[in-house]
């Protein structure tokens, strides 16, 4: 079960992309992960970043982005004129 301290993170991180964007920086790298959170006010023990660690190095890129809502789907292209739709 998540602690809600890391709950927290995960919600932020979701909604404030610079914040993800100072994570998705460090690579998956737990000592600098670990004293970035504690910078950013976050009481985390080790192991809930190691955690964190681990659930962003099992995402690729794309996934990451579109999990926090960075994607677009084009709109459906129309039919052509004189055809039903």
Known sequence: MK???LERLLSD???DEPL??????LGGDLEPTVRLA???GYRLT????AEL???FRELSD???DQAAGGAWNDPPTPPPPGTSG
């Open 3 to 5: 602690s809600a301290e």
């Open 13 to 15: 991180l979701k909604r």
């Open 20 to 25: 993800r964007g100072d994570f998705h920086r």
């Open 38 to 40: 504690a910078a950013k």
């Open 46 to 49: 080790r192991e809930e970043v």
């Open 53 to 55: 660690v681990q659930g």
């Open 62 to 64: 794309d996934e990451l």
